[in-house]
Each structure stands twice: as C-alpha cells, then as structure tokens.
C-alpha cells in the first residue's frame, strides 16, 4: 500500500466527519492546537460567535491549511467581521477537496454585548458535501451558538455548540452532522504569555483534550505551541502583527500522517 492510500484510509477512518462537517480556521487556532474557543479575534467565526461580541472592530481574513500535505485535502476559507450599532454582525465561507471529494460552508451570524462581561451568539450555516462522478451532491443548514464570559480582564471562558438542531445529511440513511460541544479557557499568567485549554465532545467521538500556550517575547510577535489528544498531535507557530495586517504560520503534526501546514492573513479596518 502505498504512502497516500494509507494516509487516506487512515484519515477518514479515524476523521471523516470532522474533514467534511466541522472546520478549524485560523493559523493562530492551528498553532495552538485549536483550544480557540475562548481566544477573541476574527476566526472566532468558525470556533465560538459569542466571542465575536467582543470585537470592537471590523476585521477580514482569508486561511489556507494542506491537511497532511495532500492536494485533495487543502481547504480555503474567509472570514469578515462588522461590529454595528448594536452587536456584530459575520459572514464566512469554508471550502475543502477538490473535483473527488469536496465540502462547502457558508454561513452567516449575529453576536452581541449582553454585559461588560458576558457576550453571546448565534449562527446558520449551509453545508454541502459533493462527490465525484454519479453520487451527486447532499446539502443542510446547520445552527450553532456560543457564549463568551471575561471572569477578569486575564481570565476568560468560552463555550459554543455547533449543529444544534441535528441537521441530517441523508435522510434514507438517517446520516446527520455532528454536534460538537467545546468549553475553554484562557489566562494571561503576564502580558507576554497567554495559556490556553479547552475540552472538546463530538457526537461521533470520544472527548479531546487540548491545550497550548502563545508567547510574546518582542512587540507584535507571537510564539505558539500546542497538543491535542484523541487523536495525539503537536502543533507551532508564529505570527507577526504589522500596524492593522496580522500574517500567522503554523502546522500540526500527526504521529501517523505527517504534516498540516497552515497559513492565515487578517486585517483590521479603524
């Protein structure tokens, strides 16, 4: 058997659902082994829309990740952030495979400031999954919500759940997304070094423990670090921030299928 098949069956044996319905996005999430769920920025989007309350400024990205250096396995995505009067309001678009195989998520979401402290939000998703050839294509909407929760200006939590009305992929094989529950933690132990933990539950899997630590030695660069269990992988990174253009860089790696490069680029608008 050669290097790809094996990548391949091993892949979708051990992630299939997670490659076609749940998505980690984000250089700086990948860097630090996605325990994102209470990390503030734009890609908040794909990991918790409560956290996206507390941003306080409009911000647009675009992510690419190599998952296993596989062509047919890259994914793109983008991401845009727009705080109104009220609340904020996101869009986002996530695309993975090519002509064989390929996943599609577009999705648009509204979070908002309940209290200086608390923020919440909430999210619908279209998802398709296309194959090649004569078996056609399977569409749903998904919901999911999140909160964010500052316990002090070091110390945050987040939660979010992903597909909560159980949307069905195929309905003659009763085949339905997910539901992927995440609740995490961030502590600044000082303002040069963030750590980060998260538990993760999906439907279809046992829990993941995740935890990683971001370090600021010099101004406007960052330093990450990260392992996830269930399945074990390592993940680093870095990421420089040049006046309102954040550039991030970082991999995962599998003990088994190798290398996830991924890269991310995100702006800040006044």
Known sequence: MNRITLIIS????????????YHYVG???????????ALVDG???????GALGAVDKPEFGVSYESRFLLKDLQSQSVAFVFPIKIGVLSVGAFLSGLDV????????????????????????????VRFAGNYGSKYTVSAECGIYFKMTERWKFGVSVFNLNRARISSALE??????MRLGTTFEISPKVLFAVEIEKNSDFQ??????????????FFLRGGFTSKPIEFTFGFGYRFRKIQLDLGSAYHQLLGWSPNFSLTYKFD
């Open 10 to 21: 091993v892949f979708f044996s051990i992630s299939f659902s997670f490659s076609q319905q």
């Open 27 to 37: 250089a700086r999430s990948g860097s630090m082994a996605n325990a994102s769920v």
């Open 43 to 49: 890609w908040s989007f794909f990991h918790n829309p």
């Open 101 to 128: 195989y390929r996943t599609t998520k577009i999705g648009t979401g509204y979070s908002l400031k309940l209290t200086d402290k608390l923020f919440a939000g909430v999210q619908l998703n279209y998802q398709d």
């Open 175 to 180: 085949e339905r997304l997910p539901t992927v």
């Open 207 to 220: 829990a993941r423990l995740k935890s990683a630590v971001e370090y600021k030695p010099i101004k406007n």
